[in-house]
């Protein structure tokens, strides 16, 4: 059965376990903004809880854009299995340092993905995942941006407090104007 179910679909059995990978590292995005939306608000910082809110949305919805391309391309799409997310954090920079590193992370590993597609001449993947490529350029600018304001600002009094209100202000495309 198996072997009529894997003649139904052009991926090869790298490419589709490599899309797994990557649906459970986007879910797992997905879960760890939760936890820094949460620890924000719990902080007092809600203009970057709402920030982590929308970035959790974000991540859930390249996970469905991938699960639904493994699923067009007759492929086993595998619901993903979420654990070792990080809950706590030592500080408020701490969350954005974390949220950047998982970002260069899902590029890294998007990037090996399109690697392997190019060797197995599966161009279908590798034209679809130059959206998340951009989309990685652009999650990757924002994260770096709000680690800036830290330094920009500074921490000392109200400071912290600052930085939250300008988290929501940033947009890729900045750096155009500037
Ligand atoms: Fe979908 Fe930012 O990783």
Redesign the pocket.
């Known amino acids: 059965m198996k072997d009529l179910l894997r003649l139904k679909t052009s991926l090869t059995e790298e490419i589709e376990t490599a899309l797994n990978e990557q649906i459970k ?2 879910a797992h ?2 879960s760890a903004y939760l936890a820094m939306a949460s620890w924000c608000e719990q902080h007092g910082f809600e203009y970057s809880a709402g920030y982590f809110f929308k ?1 959790a949305e ?2 859930r919805a ?2 469905l854009k991938i699960f639904k391309h493994v699923l067009d391309l007759g492929g086993n799409a595998v619901s993903p299995d979420v654990s070792m997310i990080q809950l706590e954090f030592d500080s408020f920079r701490a969350v954005f340092e974390q949220a950047l590193e ?2 260069i992370a ?2 890294q590993s ?1 990037n090996r993905i399109v690697g392997k597609a190019h060797q197995v001449q599966d161009y279908t993947t590798v034209a679809f995942l130059q959206w ?1 490529l951009q ?2 350029v652009e ?2 600018y924002v994260a770096r941006r709000a680690l800036e304001l830290f330094d920009v600002i500074g921490e000392e009094g109200v400071g912290q407090f600052m930085i939250d209100k300008q988290i929501p202000k940033i947009t890729y495309g900045d750096s155009a104007t500037e």
Do not use: D, G, L
């Open positions: 590292r986007e995005a997905s970035q974000e991540e390249h996970m998982n970002e899902v590029t998007i998340f989309e990685q999650e990757e």
